[in-house]
């Protein structure tokens, strides 16, 4: 290895440190001003709260085991409603791409769908399933499945149509284009697609408890608002979005993986 590019490798590690120290650095500033803010009241503490009492709260919310409670039940919904969202998704997707006739009936229904507001669909689902688990998960699907459908389908139809010529003419039929030629060109779509379930599903299972949950984290922060104990309110929040980075770190680790695997 030479010189020049041991050099080079340097820079890239300073730089990773320097942005990663950067990144720190502005939320404890954040953080900082915010309890500032809320001690010197520049900001309504009723309405914002501050750092340090989100923390005691956090603190003694998980002591009492209720915090982690409440978060195996979100955590628990949030994943089943990303696997099968983003199974189905793929699966129509396939089906629709497979048969252009059928692509050609639902075009119009997708497109309906995709603009509805899923959360008038609320009602239905608590009606329709009951207010319970199901219905949450029902809501987290109605998000996820209708984009997953349309970003991995738009990824099938951008396939090099030369590409799929060349296949046909050495005799190739449909499942071999697909096998050999679809899928493999898709699959970074498909990979990326996976991070963007990953907030789809939050948002989704959130929502749902918003409607009818009686725990979770969704349930924490409609309660919060319900007893006006607003610090309950930003702790779950925050608490959420914690979790919500951690599962999409996940899922980027896992697609790492996999394309190293495969390369």
Partial sequence: MSNEHLEYIRQQRRLKLKVIFSQWGLLVVLLVLWEMAARNNWINPFIFSYPSKIW????????????????????????????????????????????????RVLDPYIVVFNAMPKVALGPIFIVAFGQGYLSIIMMALAITVIITTIVVYTAFQEVDANMIKMVRTFGANRWHIFRKVVFPAARPTILSSLKVNVGLSWIGVIVGEFLTAKAGLGYLMIYGFQVFNL???????????????????AVSLLEKHWQTWRD
């Fill in 56 to 103: 005691d709260l956090f603190v003694s919310k998980l002591q009492d085991g209720s915090l982690l409670h409440h978060s195996a039940i979100t955590i628990t919904e949030t994943v089943v409603g990303f696997v099968i969202g983003t199974l189905a998704g793929t699966i129509l997707a396939v089906l629709i791409w497979w048969s252009p006739f059928l692509s």
């Fill in 231 to 249: 610090t309950l309110v930003m702790m779950s929040l925050l608490f959420v979005s914690l979790l919500a980075t951690l599962m999409y770190q």
